[in-house]
C-alpha cells in the first residue's frame, strides 16, 4: 500500500511558476513510476507526465513540454512538478499518481494503482 500526500498547490499569476511535490509512504517507492495527472473544471482529468523508476527517463503531454518538469528524489519517497510559463489553462487539481508498469503519457487511468487526494492549482489571467 502507498499512500500518496500532494502539495505545493495555489494561486499565481500567468507566467509565474509553481513547485509540486507528492511525499509517498512506504519503502518502495524507487519501485513505482511516478506521474501526475490533472482535471480542469469541465473536463475530464488528463495525463501530464510521468518519470520512471530512476529518474532518468520523462514524458509530458504535448501541452506542457518545455514548460513543466517532473523529478523524484527516491531517498525522500517524493516526486516533484515544477510548472514555469504558467498559463490560465493551466489551472486545474493536480494528482499525483504510481504505477507499476505504465510510462508514458497514453495509458488509461486503471494502470495508475494510487493516487493522491489531489492539490489545486490556479492561473489568474
Known amino acids: 500500500q502507498v499512500q500518496l500526500v500532494e502539495s505545493g498547490g495555489g494561486l499565481v499569476q500567468a507566467g509565474g511558476s509553481l513547485r509540486l511535490s507528492c511525499a509517498a509512504s512506504?519503502?518502495?517507492?524507487?519501485?513505482?513510476?511516478m506521474g501526475w495527472f490533472r482535471q480542469a473544471p469541465g473536463k475530464e482529468r488528463e495525463p501530464v507526465t510521468t518519470i520512471d523508476r530512476s529518474g532518468t527517463s520523462t514524458y509530458y503531454a504535448d501541452s506542457v513540454k518545455g514548460r513543466f518538469t517532473i523529478s523524484r528524489d527516491n531517498a525522500k519517497s517524493t516526486v516533484y512538478l515544477q510548472m514555469n510559463s504558467l498559463k490560465p489553462e493551466d489551472t486545474a487539481v493536480y494528482y499525483c499518481v504510481a504505477s507499476m508498469r505504465c510510462l508514458g503519457v497514453g495509458c488509461p487511468e486503471e494502470e495508475y494503482r494510487y493516487w493522491g487526494q489531489g492539490t489545486q492549482v490556479t492561473v489568474s489571467s
Open positions: 512506504g519503502r518502495t517507492f524507487s519501485t513505482y513510476i
